[in-house]
């Protein structure tokens, strides 16, 4: 689905970023995705750790994910596909009288044809699940491949923040019904449907991912028609769009994200916090950093990737943007038995301030070794090496093994960066 901040380009992106944070364990970890959209985060996640959590406040969201992340056993839906995909059309349903051209003289969202088509097979999934011919299960299976199919026929240039005049092409193709693959693993998988900052107070984990709207865009308003089919209830639609009451988002709104975006940092009972947010969002760089240092170890890694916008011509043009993770290890949460707590002021010392300061190379080890990823990371910021030198470490900073230290040491030792216990513990390090 064209989805506004969808991450399905990023997939590979967030899986590096955050295996490499949290290593082996992820595959035991309770993964949450507390502003889910498509739940292309969670899907991915899913076959790598061993729950997922997953929520968005808008109900087709729910229903994706109600789908995708909760239903975990096989499921044979084609003879249901065939019946639904060869139903006689109903004219009269609630998308044809408000959203299409035939039922409502403008609002052309959708061809005629595919406006009552899915009033009808909408119905029908609910008089199914009402006279127990399907599982709620196979329900929400069935409604995710409406919605996806709907998604792919709709007359929009990409959100239902308006509609086209012509029919354009796809939206001529007659809506078509298929399989919404899902991955069958793991355990407990849970979809929510509610603000994230009532839910953070009632779930717990180990990763939890953010990926909140970072503008004023308001998905409710943006895919209205979604959660109207989702949902299947009757209201007044207003104006030319026919939007219906929708929930506004404190995300969205200049006064109110930072309030909420702290209220989630300080309640949530989840070691690692990822947080992917635009460099144009509502909240500034030094905002995020301030509120997430508060309450553990920061850090940031950053990508930049290509973003096709549509203009106002329609034809598609390429446009770069930086994609920003920040990543929180929060402080009540850490396991310390894992490794050992590395003071600030070791942490503010050059390389060379710690090779010199203790002389002892079995003992320098026994510390290096115990350092974190991000221990090291913070080691490298904060002393003068030569950015090549930085560039060369920067490729080992998993220090999980000897091999590693010994790369790192061996890198220094080839870039000329010497002090007597520097050589000593290089020659220690590799015999042991
Ligand atoms: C950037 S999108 C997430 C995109 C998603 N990662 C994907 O790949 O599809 C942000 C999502 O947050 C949801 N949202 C906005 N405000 C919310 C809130 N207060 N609580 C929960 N979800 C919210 C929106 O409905 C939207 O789906």
Known sequence: MNYIGSKLKLSEFLTSSITGVVGDRLKNMVFCDLFAGTSRVGRTFKPLVNTVIANDIEHYGFSLGRHYIENNEIQDISMFLEELNSLELVKGGFIWTHYSQEGHGERQYFSDYNAAKIDTIRSAINDWYDIEYITEDIYYHLLS?????????????????????????????????????????????????????DLIYKISGDVLYLDPPYNQR???????????????????????????????????????????????????????????????????????????????????????????????????????????????????????????????????????????????????????????????????????????????????????????????????????YKTPSFEEAFSYLKNI
Not at 165 to 194: P, R, T
Not at 234 to 246: A, D, Q, R, V
Not at 365 to 387: A, E, R, V, Y
């Open 145 to 197: 491949s409406l919605l996806e199919a709907a998604d792919k026929v709709a007359n929009t240039a990409s959100t239902y923040g308006a509609y086209l005049k012509q029919l354009k092409k796809s939206a001529q193709e007659e809506i078509f019904l298929i399989e919404s693959k899902f991955d069958i693993c793991g355990k407990n998988h849970k979809m929510y449907n509610e603000s994230a900052n």
């Open 218 to 416: 308001q998905y409710g308003a943006y895919y209205h028609i979604l959660n109207t089919i989702s949902k299947a209830e009757i209201f007044e639609p207003k104006g030319k769009t026919g939007l219906p009451e929708y929930s506004k988002s404190a995300y969205c709104r200049k006064n109110e994200v930072k309030i909420a975006f702290e209220e989630i940092i300080r309640e949530a009972k989840f070691e690692y916090i990822f947080l992917s947010y635009n460099n144009e969002g509502l909240m500034s760089e030094t905002e995020i950093v301030d509120i997430l240092s508060k309450y553990g170890e920061y850090s940031l890694v950053t990508t930049q990737y290509q973003r096709y916008k549509a203009d106002t011509s329609r034809s598609h043009t390429a446009d770069f943007s930086i994609e920003y993770l920040h990543i929180l290890h929060k402080d009540e949460f850490k396991k310390e038995s894992s490794h050992t707590k590395i003071t600030k002021s070791q942490l503010g010392h050059s390389i060379k301030d710690l090779f010199t300061a203790e002389k002892d190379p079995r003992k320098m080890t026994s510390f290096m070794l115990k350092l974190t990823i991000n221990d090291w990371k913070s080691i490298f910021d904060n002393q003068k090496l030569p950015l090549h030198i930085k560039a060369h470490i920067k490729k080992y900073f998993k220090v999980t093994k000897n091999k590693d230290l010994i790369n790192i040491l061996t890198t220094l030792k080839d870039s000329g």
